[in-house]
Structure formats: C-alpha cells, structure tokens
C-alpha cells in the first residue's frame, strides 16, 4: 500500500528532523567511534590513540563512519541524513517481510505502529551504531525468509553477509546467528537441500568475520571476533552488588591507557572464576536483569513513578499484543521473527550494562507481531459484535 509506505517514509524525516534540532547527536560511546574512525581516516590505522592497535569497538561503524571525516562542515548533519535513510530503507524491508510472512499486503496499521515506537528511529541522530545495526539486521532476516518462497541458497549467502556485517557492528549479534543457524534444521527439516543451506549460512558469516578475528590475533594476539568492552560486559555481568558498591574490580575507565591496560586484564578468565564462585546467584542475577530490561520502556527505567508505571503498562501491552500475533500466525516464519528478541536478550543475560537501548533493534519485529495481535483482537470484537446487532433487529 503505498499510502501506508509514503506515510511512514514521511513519518521518519519528521523525526529526523525534529530530532536533530532538539538533541545532542554525541553519547559517551560516540568518543570512541569518532576516535577510533579519525585515526583509520588520517593514518589508515585501527586505532583508538593513533598508535597501537586497538580491539576497543567492533569496525563496521568506524569504517562507515570514516567517508564524513572529509566534509567537516557539516559531517554530522549529512551523517543524520545518510542514517535517515538506513531507517527508510529499514521500514521497507519491515513491509516487505509482512508480505513474505503472512502472504499478503500489509495492513494500513503497520507502519504507524511501527512509527510509533518512535525510539527506534531517534537513533538516526545520534553518531551510535543502532541505525546500522538494525538495518543490517533487518535486511539479513528479509533475505533469511525469501528461500521459504525461493528455493535458492544465494539468498541465505546474503542472509549470512548481513549477520556477519551485523556482529562486527555489534556483538549481541552473535545469539541471533546462534539462532538461525539451529532453526535452519528444524524449519526444513524435510527438505532435502538442509545440511545446504546451513552450510550456506555459516560459510557466509564466517567470509565476513574470519578476516577481522584475523586482524586481532596479528595486531593484538588475542584470536578472538569480539571488542574489548563485550568481554567486559561479560565480566560486569559476573559481580554482585556489593562488588560493585565496593570498589572490588577492575575498571578500564580508571586507566589513561585504558584500551591496552585493558585487553590485559583476561576479563574472560575473570568473569569464567566469578561465575564458578557461585553458579545460582549468577543465574539469578542473569535472570532478573533480563526480566528489568524486557519490563521497561525506554527513557522510562530512571523515570519518576508515574512514568515508570505507564512505561511498564505499555511495554506489557506490547509484549501481550506480540504473543497473541505469535499464537494466531500459522506460517513458520514467526520462529524467525521472534530471533532478534531471542537472540538478543540470550547475550543480555550475561552482559553487565544490558539496558533497554540494546532491545531496541529487535522491536520493529516484536511490533509486527504485535500489529498481527491488534488485528486478531478487532477481528474477534467484530464477530462478537455481529450476533448482538442481529438480536437487535428481530
């Protein structure tokens, strides 16, 4: 329906706009990204200090960054516009995807549902990595659906680029690949092409993720895919509150030279001992951070009272909504649908600083399930309303 698409394509500029007139585009972790793209810009080195090499964010954003370093003037405005994009681009492959699910043209309501999650878009205005990283997303699940409808594996190579582009953008990434890699054998598990298209898969990601694990070992000895800060993360995820209050661990921000002092402090090894400390604390504590961040709506967890309880109520109706859209959609696609929201909150539960921001790229499909939800329950009200309006005319 090219009313809805035109709609929510003018919907996005608004926001964009209005955004980028009321807010700051620069967030702490903004310094990094800037940091790390201006050293690849000058000296064409991946770098967070222009000397030793560096492990500290994951490459994709800096390197998409690093084109802006040449028009100065206005690299932030045209940043914002570029990201304004991503998200149009985004929104039409979130139409698309409907199609492919359900077999049909999208209801006029999806697009201003999706709209309506304005957080998800804001991010056009910020110099961060979530615009990116949900267009990456969404387009390795719009190419991860299309075998369903044609059996080629060129499709599932560029499901599996996406993922890959998508992890070196941000590493909670890695729990959806998990997860669509396993759902490929239960998906078609009659067809014949299977081991195939898991091949497929995997091969794809690892073209885009191999070299870069590559780069760490030669330049910083370390065989791994992952920044510093998600391994951090992992071992913030391991202390309890009073470690924390106390003091009682090490802290990279305490350092001058934080990105190498850092690498150096084996947080794996530390998070695996903490963890073997005391297995069920740990597991609760997993547990009752990813209940918090799944119970708030964004800007709403810090919030006053009021705003707390009305951000709960709506993010409970949206989950509500989205699992009624879960249990009315008979296509097998819903299970890929609901990756994202999966594979994000299994990476969650093990990170320290998981927070309401780093679900936001999973919620364009939550809202298409959810949008499924709204029209379930109008339909059910219609055929309940029916009967009544009879009786009235007898």
């Known amino acids: 329906m090219r009313y809805g698409k035109s709609v929510a394509i003018v919907g996005l500029l608004l926001i964009s706009i209005v955004g980028s007139q009321t807010i700051s585009p620069y967030f702490p972790d903004s310094k ?90 804001i991010n056009a ?111 913030l995820g391991t202390l309890t509150a009073s470690d924390i209050e106390s003091g009682r661990y090490e802290h990279w921000m305490r350092h001058e030279n934080f990105d190498q002092l850092a690498d150096s402090f084996e947080y794996r090894e530390r998070a695996i001992s903490n963890i073997r400390a005391d297995v069920p604390e740990y597991l609760l504590r997993g547990t009752k951070r990813v209940a918090d961040i799944w119970s708030h709506f964004p800007t709403t967890r810090d919030a006053a009272l009021e705003y707390k309880t009305v951000g709960h109520m709506l993010q409970a109706g949206i989950i509500l909504l989205a699992f009624l859209g879960l249990v009315k959609t008979e296509s097998s696609g ?19 600083t998981a927070t309401t921001r780093h679900l936001l790229p999973a919620m364009p499909f939550v809202l298409i399930l959810a949008t499924k939800g709204i029209l379930t329950v109008v339909a059910r009200l219609k055929t309940v309303q029916r009967p009544q309006s009879g009786l009235k005319g007898d």
């Open 32 to 121: 990094d990204y800037v940091s790390i793209s201006e050293n690849l810009y000058l000296k064409g080195d991946y770098s967070f200090d222009g000397i030793s090499p560096s492990r500290l964010r994951m490459p994709i954003y800096p390197i998409f960054l690093v084109p802006f370093f040449q028009i100065p003037q206005k690299s932030v405005l045209i940043l914002i516009a570029v990201q304004t994009v991503l998200n149009i681009g985004t929104m039409v492959l979130l139409l698309r995807i409907w199609r492919l699910l359900f077999r049909e043209e999208y209801p006029v309501l999806l697009p201003f549902v999706l709209l309506g999650h304005v957080f998800i878009w």
């Open 334 to 352: 819903k299970w890929v649908l609901v990756g994202p929201a999966i594979g994000f909150t299994f990476v969650l539960f093990f990170t320290g």
């Open 125 to 235: 205005v910020f110099v961060l990595t979530e615009t990116l990283f949900t267009f990456l997303v969404t387009s390795a699940l719009y190419f991860y659906f299309r075998p369903a409808r044609e059996d080629v594996s060129w499709t599932l190579a560029f499901s599996g680029l996406f993922l890959g582009l998508a992890f070196l953008t941000r590493s909670i990434c890695a729990g959806l690949i998990l997860y669509l890699l396993i759902a490929i054998p239960i998906m078609h598990r009659n067809s014949p092409q299977v081991f195939r298209r898991l091949a497929v898969l995997a091969a794809a990601v690892a073209v885009t993720v191999v070299p870069w694990t590559v780069r760490n070992y030669v330049s910083t000895g370390r065989l791994t895919p992952t920044a510093i800060d998600s391994e951090y993360n992992f071992y």
